[in-house]
């Protein structure tokens, strides 16, 4: 059962841009994270934020949360085809880890 | 690279086999997962061991038997599997299996295919 769901699905943007991706999460949490997970490989952990945090940063990635609106958005600024992956968000509920359905960003050249 | 490694890459198997699919994590992580995920689907809870003890089990049908011999093994026992059991199986781990669990260190998984 998904716990967070994310939008985009998709999303293409021209390399150098920003790339936004919000998901939004139905049940109370104690934190929310946001996974990245190249084609066919496992998922890497971006970033961890707690239910008593509003802002965090790590580098390139800019995560909000707002859990009076039950949701988070993941900014990626200055985009590079590095970056071009499908990105999770996570909620934890009752000791498991529950992935939204993800967003599949691609950065054009 | 990562810290937990899942063997084998590649796996094929008819519906009459058995065999295993393992994880191993040298990071003296408590808490171990198993998680299915179909293209272009978000992984998929199937069992978290918490302490060497499963404490989690998401109604994963019996042909699925996990094992967890000791802190850093984690073994999925595959039986009588079915076509539509063919997908991406990822190991995970953490550094304990409470309710505020943290980041989940990820293996590459284990691509199964079904015939």
């Known amino acids: 059962s998904q716990q967070g769901e994310e939008d985009p699905q998709a999303l293409s943007i021209q390399e150098g841009e920003n790339a936004t991706m919000n998901c939004s999460y139905k049940?109370?949490?104690?934190?929310l994270q946001w996974y990245r997970q190249n084609s066919g490989r496992g998922l890497v952990h971006l970033i961890l934020i707690r239910s008593n945090e509003r802002e965090k940063h790590s580098g390139r990635l800019r995560v909000t949360l707002d859990t009076s609106k039950k949701s988070s958005s993941l900014l990626i600024t200055a985009s590079r085809a590095a970056d071009t992956a499908s990105y999770f968000c996570?909620?934890?509920?009752?000791?498991?880890?529950?992935f939204g359905k993800g967003t599949r960003l691609h950065i054009l050249p | 690279d990562t810290e937990v490694t899942q063997t084998p890459k590649h796996l094929v198997m008819g519906m009459t086999n058995k065999k295993s699919l393992k994880c191993e994590q040298h990071?003296?992580?408590?808490?171990m997962y198993w998680y299915k995920q179909k293209a272009k689907k978000p992984p998929e809870l199937m069992f978290v061991y918490s302490y060497e003890k499963l404490s989690i089990n998401e109604s994963v049908p019996s042909r699925f038997s996990p094992e967890c011999p000791n802190s850093s093994l984690l073994n999925l026992h595959l039986h009588a599997l079915q076509p539509e059991d063919s997908a991406l199986y990822l190991c995970?781990?953490?550094?304990?299996?409470?309710?505020?669990?943290?980041?989940?260190?990820f293996g590459e998984g284990s691509r199964l295919t079904v015939l």
């Open positions: 049940t109370s949490i104690n934190n």
């Open positions: 995970a781990s953490s550094r304990d299996g409470t309710a505020d669990t943290g980041e989940l260190f």
């Open positions: 996570a909620t934890d509920r009752d000791d498991k880890i529950i």
């Open positions: 990071m003296g992580h408590r808490a």
